[in-house]
C-alpha cells in the first residue's frame, strides 16, 4: 500500500526529470582526463586519493599540479599548559594545464579540520592522521568546485 510520503516523492523526482534537472556535482567535464602528479607525501597521497576518486584515473590532455602545505594550531589548553585539541590547516596552490603546457586554470583552496588529545598516544596519532585525510578529501572537493567555476564556464 502507498503510503502519501511514497507517492509525494515519486511525483516530486517525476517533475524534476521533466524540468531537465541534472544533479551538479555528478560530472565535471574533466572526468578521466586529467592526470594527476606521483605523491611523494602522506597527505599529497591523500589529496591524489580523493581527486582521483571524483575524476578517475587518466593519463591526460591535462595535468594537475599542486603544493600542499599544513600546519597545526592548539586551540584547548588547560590549565597546566596542555593542548588537548588542535586544528589541522591546510592550503593547496594548484595549476591546471593543457598537454601542450598552457595554463587552463589555477588557484589555491584553504581549509581546516580539528583533532583532540586527550586519549592516549595511539589514539592522539590516529585522530591526529584521520584530521589530515579528511582535511584532504575537503581540499580536492573544493578544487574541483574551483575547476568547475573556471574551466567548464
Known amino acids: 500500500m502507498w503510503s502519501r510520503r511514497a507517492a509525494l516523492l515519486l511525483m516530486s523526482a517525476g517533475s524534476l526529470k521533466a524540468c531537465g534537472f541534472t544533479p551538479v556535482l555528478t560530472s565535471t567535464g574533466l572526468d ?71 595554463l587552463l586554470a589555477s588557484g589555491a583552496q584553504r581549509s581546516f579540520t580539528g583533532y583532540s ?3 592516549n598516544t595511539v589514539t592522539t ?3 591526529r592522521e584521520d584530521a589530515q585525510a579528511r582535511l584532504m578529501v575537503i581540499l580536492s572537493d ?12
Request: proline share 3%.
Open 125 to 127: 596519532r590516529s585522530a
Open 32 to 102: 578521466g582526463r586529467v592526470a594527476l602528479p606521483v605523491p611523494t607525501t602522506q597527505a599529497a597521497f591523500q589529496l591524489r586519493n580523493a581527486l582521483e576518486d571524483r575524476l578517475g584515473q587518466s593519463s591526460g590532455p591535462y595535468a594537475l599540479s599542486y603544493t600542499i602545505e599544513i600546519q597545526e594550531d592548539g586551540l584547548a589548553i588547560t590549565a597546566d599548559q596542555q593542548t588537548t585539541r588542535f586544528n589541522v590547516i591546510g592550503t593547496v596552490r594548484y595549476d591546471l594545464r593543457a598537454d601542450d603546457g598552457t
Open 142 to 153: 573544493l578544487i574541483l568546485s574551483d575547476l568547475r567555476a573556471k574551466v567548464l564556464k
Open 117 to 119: 588529545t586527550t586519549g
